[in-house]
């Protein structure tokens, strides 16, 4: 029996990666549905190439759809379904076994916790859902028996390096269990790991999207610039492997062939490696247990040579304190960090402020907004509104328009 996949942001850079990977497994995989949200062309260019049962976009995008799959010669037109109730529809249906969680940002919640609710092999790669839910998405996950596999590089390395019967031994208390003592996060440092303070102030959103080592959609390329996104990723580690923040270690790495390592009370170090393509931690987590193949170089050390490896300079990229800080204080506090960098990041993308006051936003943002306990989505979900208007009157006092 073929596993039939959903992808939630399939037009993105992880959807297309994931795309790559299953074409090359058609005898295991078959794309049942996708969603796309812009980039429409693209979306009816996997429609054409494969042919899935379902489509979901926003409704506003319906005509755009139908024109061009008629220029184009789409058939026969799949079924559409609309906006959230449409991304919920592809993420839970019956005929579905496996999620691909692509799309970026807190609009990739609800449908990913639907997967999730639904009882389906989950592929994580939407961090932000899980920054913002935390142990909600987690004790969801086991409630309904979904698999919750992390396909975000450093986690994935992480899962590899961690005993099978970890999640088995997850405790209450956060602390390692069978013998690890630590994890080791590892970081490229984004493209201006040696900028100085005054270089920074003037980076352009164009240098920030252009990372050393991976290609990325833009929200993340800044995140990775601003290490916001290790920041996000800390918080990630925490939820996925049941462990205080104390446990983690952010390593700067910059040649991103180490994706992560584990360290045990022995004095072992595990590390994960490989050439930086997304298509192996997704192959990874499609498969997993078992392995497929994919078109990602075997590791050629001899090529490599040298690995280096320093700790993080927090006055520069002063993120990573915000989110150890957020995580430390635990609640609507990592949600509130997380909708505070979205818009952030989205007015940096349009030239609204500068790249320093992506994180003067987001601390400003956790300063003003209370903190609450984060008993259930509704409080989450509040907390992410009240940030994002926070973080946009910051935009409007002291940006430029
Ligand atoms: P992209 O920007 O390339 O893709 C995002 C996807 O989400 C696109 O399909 C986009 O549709 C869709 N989308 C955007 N906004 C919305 C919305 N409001 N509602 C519904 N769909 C929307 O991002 P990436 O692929 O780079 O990243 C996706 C996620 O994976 C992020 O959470 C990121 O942090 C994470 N990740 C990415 C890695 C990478 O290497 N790229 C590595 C590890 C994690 P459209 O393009 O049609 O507008
Ligand atoms: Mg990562």
Not at 297 to 322: G, K, M, S, V
Request: proline share 5%.
């Amino acid at each position: 029996m073929k596993q039939l996949v959903a992808i939630l942001g399939a037009t993105g850079s992880i959807g297309q990666s994931t795309l790559r990977i299953l074409e090359q497994h058609p005898e295991i995989y078959q794309l049942y549905a996708v969603s796309g949200y812009q980039h429409i062309a693209e979306l009816i260019d996997i429609c054409l190439q494969f042919s899935p049962k379902i489509v979901a976009l926003p409704q506003a995008k319906q005509q755009e759809f139908l024109q061009l799959a008629q220029q184009k010669k789409l058939t026969p037109v799949p079924e559409l379904v609309f906006d959230e109730a449409g991304l919920i529809e592809i993420a839970s249906a019956t005929e579905v076994n496996v999620v691909m969680a692509a799309i970026v940002g807190a609009a990739g919640l609800q449908p990913t916790l639907a997967a999730i609710r639904a009882g389906k092999r989950v592929l994580l790669a939407n961090k932000e859902a899980l920054v913002m839910s935390g142990d909600i998405m987690l004790a969801e996950a086991k409630q309904h028996h979904a698999l919750l596999l992390p396909v975000d590089s450093e986690h994935n390395a992480i899962f590899q390096c961690l005993p099978e019967q970890y999640f088995d031994y997850r405790q209450a208390d956060k602390t390692p269990q069978l013998g690890v003592a630590q994890i080791l996060l590892t970081a490229s440092g984004g493209p201006f790991l040696n900028f100085t303070q005054e270089q920074l102030d003037c980076v352009t959103p164009v240098q920030a999207c252009k990372h050393p080592n991976w290609s990325m959609g833009r929200k993340i390329s800044v995140d990775s610039a601003t290490l916001m996104n290790k920041g996000l990723e800390l918080i990630e580690a925490c939820h996925l492997f049941s462990i205080s923040e104390h446990f983690v270690t952010v390593v700067i790495h910059p040649q991103s062939i180490i994706h992560s390592m584990v360290q045990y009370i022995d004095g072992s170090t595990l590390a994960q490696m490989g050439n930086p393509d997304m298509c192996t931690p997704i192959a990874h987590a499609l498969a997993w247990p078992k392995r497929i193949s994919t078109h990602v170089q075997a590791l050629n050390l001899f090529d490599i040579q040298q690995l280096d490896f320093y700790p993080p300079d927090i006055e520069r990229f002063p993120a990573l304190t915000l989110a150890r800080q957020a995580m430390r204080t635990g609640g609507t506090a990592p949600a509130i960090l997380n909708a505070a960098n979205e818009v952030a990041v989205a007015a940096f993308l349009t030239d609204q402020i500068s790249f320093m006051d992506i994180t003067r936003i987001v601390a400003d943002t956790l300063d003003k907004t209370t903190i609450a306990l984060a008993h259930d989505l509704q409080g989450i979900l509040q907390a992410d509104q009240i940030a994002r208007q926070t973080a946009k009157q910051w935009i409007t006092q002291y940006g430029v328009q």
